[in-house]
């Protein structure tokens, strides 16, 4: 296949993935469960040319012209294996590459032919290497397909998804219970509304133009969203959310969270947050959580965040830190001394991804280790040069008998 052409020979042989049922093969023009149309992407630009992965090894680039043509070649491949389909089924199709709105009347040929094939597992990721404004991006039909209503989960990833386009597909797919909507530029102000829904997981992150955000949804159980910046989002109804993993990394506050999340955070079992700004509210109880993730650039100003948000969680089993960077550390010591650890005896599990064996973290991982009285385990990945080896050692004796593993 041409499409494949600009590829390094050991990566030349992929072809789709097709998942096959009871042993058959596709040759054989029986039920295939699901296609994976994806090849190595190029993956950087410059000055309107393109290197791709063989290409980064040679110095060499590519046009924007050639990448067209790789385009078309994958849309002739897709086509083909599509229309050549013999199944009365398609459980899965996930496509991904550089497409958009200029191959709108293909992408929708397939969709047809998914839905009507009664597809439940949709997934379209079609990046850019070059800027691309809004009204470029492939536009997710707007369009009541045959088949529809077997759509259990759907991916969208690089997609244009207007609000109108979001409602038309929570009103049209009772079965759907995943939706994820990944740099969607048409999102404004999103709702998931409906008392019959069926979702139990919704992922919204990366969509830049989005200024608020409803939910009411009777049977959705987690929850995330990634953004720059903070939104104001009012989830009026979602008994059943238990797992909430958020961040915005230009102005978060746990505090603007916890306004926005007061009723709901006593049922949140599992929370996984990026702290890249210090800020120390009085935090409620987290009666249910059980599983525990931050991220973070440094712990040096958030040893008493950390801190407070753990001992605010006397029921947590797991707990794990990833800190991104190291531009400055600072002792945490004398704060973080000044009051003794408070005993959890749930806490089994702890990883700490970034371990550098500087003071402040030290200090983090002692503190953890006094009041982790029955800790099971702790996990550390990082640089761990001999001395932080010994060191982390040293550390263990605080809480003898558990397992130490270093990565």
Same mark, same amino acid.
């Not at 550089?98 to 992408?107: A, M, P, T, V």
């Not at 950390?306 to 969680?313: F, G, H, N, T």
């Not at 009285?373 to 982390?392: C, D």
């Given at each position: 296949m041409g499409i494949l052409s600009f590829l390094p020979p050991e990566e030349a042989v992929l072809k789709p993935v097709f998942f096959l049922i009871d042993g058959n093969s596709f040759g054989n023009h029986l039920p295939v469960s699901g296609f994976n149309f994806r090849v190595p992407l190029p993956v950087c630009c410059r000055g309107g040319h393109v290197k791709n992965l063989k290409d980064l090894r040679d110095g060499k680039y590519m046009t924007v012209e050639d990448m067209k043509s790789e385009c078309s070649k994958f849309v002739e491949w897709v086509n083909n294996v599509m229309i050549s389909h013999q199944g009365s089924t398609i459980d899965e199709l996930r496509v991904r590459f550089?497409?958009?709105?200029?191959?709108?009347?293909?992408?929708d040929k397939w969709i047809e032919i998914a839905m009507g094939k009664q597809v439940k597992k949709l997934e379209l990721d079609f990046p850019s290497l070059l800027h691309r404004p809004s009204n470029a991006y492939y536009p997710f039909p707007k369009e009541c397909f045959p088949g529809i209503e077997f759509l259990t989960s759907l991916c969208l990833v690089n997609v244009g998804v207007s609000d109108e386009v979001m409602e038309f597909v929570l009103s049209n797919c009772p079965m759907l219970e995943?939706?994820?909507? $990944?740099?969607?530029?048409?999102?404004?102000?999103?709702?998931?509304?409906?008392?019959?829904?069926? %979702? +139990?997981?919704?992922? !919204?992150?990366?969509?830049?133009?989005?200024?608020?955000?409803?939910?009411s949804a009777p049977n959705l159980v987690s929850f995330e969203y990634h953004k720059l910046r903070k939104v104001p989002f009012h989830i009026w109804y979602a008994p059943k959310l238990t797992e909430l993993d958020y961040s915005n990394w230009l102005d978060f506050n746990i505090a603007y969270l916890v306004s926005q999340l007061c009723n709901y955070l006593p049922q949140l079992v599992t929370l996984r947050l990026s702290l890249f700004l210090m800020d120390l509210p009085r935090f409620p109880k987290f009666t249910s959580l059980r599983n525990l993730t931050c991220i973070t650039a440094s712990i040096d100003s958030r040893l008493l965040l950390?801190?407070?948000?753990?001992?605010?969680?006397?029921l947590l089993h797991k707990f794990k830190l990833l800190i991104k960077d190291h531009k400055e550390f $600072?002792?945490?010591?004398?704060?973080?001394?000044?009051?003794?650890?408070?005993?959890?005896?749930? %806490? +089994?599990?702890?990883? !700490?991804?970034?371990?550098?064996?500087?003071?402040?973290e030290v200090e983090f991982v002692t503190y953890l280790l006094k009041m982790a009285?029955?800790?099971?385990?702790?996990?550390?990945?990082?640089?761990?040069?001999?001395?932080?080896?010994?060191?982390?050692h040293q550390l263990m004796k605080n809480r003898p008998g558990a397992e130490l593993v270093l990565l």
């Open positions: 550089y497409l958009d709105k200029d191959s709108q009347r293909y992408i995943t939706l994820h909507l $990944k740099n969607s530029p048409l999102l404004i102000h999103p709702k998931v509304s409906c008392s019959s829904l069926r %979702l +139990k997981h919704l992922n !919204i992150s990366h969509s830049e133009s989005i200024q608020t955000i409803e939910i950390l801190k407070s948000l753990i001992e605010a969680s006397p $600072k002792s945490g010591i004398e704060e973080v001394g000044k009051e003794e650890a408070q005993p959890n005896k749930y %806490l +089994k599990e702890v990883e !700490i991804v970034g371990f550098l064996g500087q003071p402040v009285i029955k800790l099971e385990k702790i996990v550390i990945h990082g640089k761990l040069e001999r001395i932080t080896q010994n060191l982390a």
